[in-house]
């Protein structure tokens, strides 16, 4: 394939409290820098139960869902901590590239010298500290990147918008 015709992807990534606990924003920043992908929308988020709810719906069964929820949302470590860094990154392999520098999911089985190798743990309630979240597929980036962000918080319309009008303004929703 040549460049003009390689498919970019989008992913999000999530720095999840423990990354900010432990100062590691820069340094997570700078391994991705490995992959030489884009940055197209970044924001600090406070995360609220409805939104762990949605965006680990596929564990919500899971006896270890409300520790999850706990660590997620960082009520684990304190009102200072009551934060997570979501970014959309673009670009060729960008899915793929992105979980490799990430690591697996248990921090315990993740290659070391991936972030979760090197960063992460398993707290007191088992549940795995892996400092940053990743998606997993492009059908979950897509999910995941309307759950996170507006379409103006990204800085090119990466799925299809539409127009509507809320309180006599016109806002852009996700389609
Ligand atoms: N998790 C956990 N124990 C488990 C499975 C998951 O603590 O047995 C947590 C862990 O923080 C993980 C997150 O739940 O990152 C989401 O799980 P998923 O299976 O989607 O893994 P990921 O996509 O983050 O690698
Ligand atoms: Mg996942």
Not at 7 to 35: C, H, W
Not at 110 to 116: F, G, K
Request: glycine residues 6%; charged residues 30%; aromatic residues 10%.
């Amino acid at each position: 394939m040549t460049e003009a015709t390689k498919k970019d992807q989008y992913t999000l990534i999530i720095m999840k409290p423990d990354a900010l606990v432990k100062s590691l924003t820069g340094n997570i920043l700078a391994r991705f820098l490995e992959a030489r992908l884009r940055i197209i929308g970044a924001k600090v988020v406070k995360v609220s139960r409805e939104l762990v709810e949605q965006h680990y719906e596929h564990l919500i069964d899971e006896p270890f869902f409300n520790d999850l929820y706990e660590y997620f949302s960082g009520k684990t470590y304190g009102p200072n901590y009551e934060r997570v860094l979501a970014f959309v990154y673009e670009g060729e392999d960008a899915i793929s590239k992105v979980r490799r520098i990430a690591g697996a999911t248990n921090p315990l089985e993740a290659d070391p010298i991936s972030i979760r190798g090197a960063y992460g743990r398993i707290n007191k309630k088992g549940v795995m500290e892996n400092v940053i979240h990743c998606s997993d597929s492009e059908e979950s980036a897509k999910k995941e990147v309307h759950l996170w962000f507006d379409p103006d918080e990204i800085i090119k319309e990466i799925y299809p918008t539409k127009k509507v009008v809320k309180n006599n303004y016109e806002v852009i929703e996700w389609v």
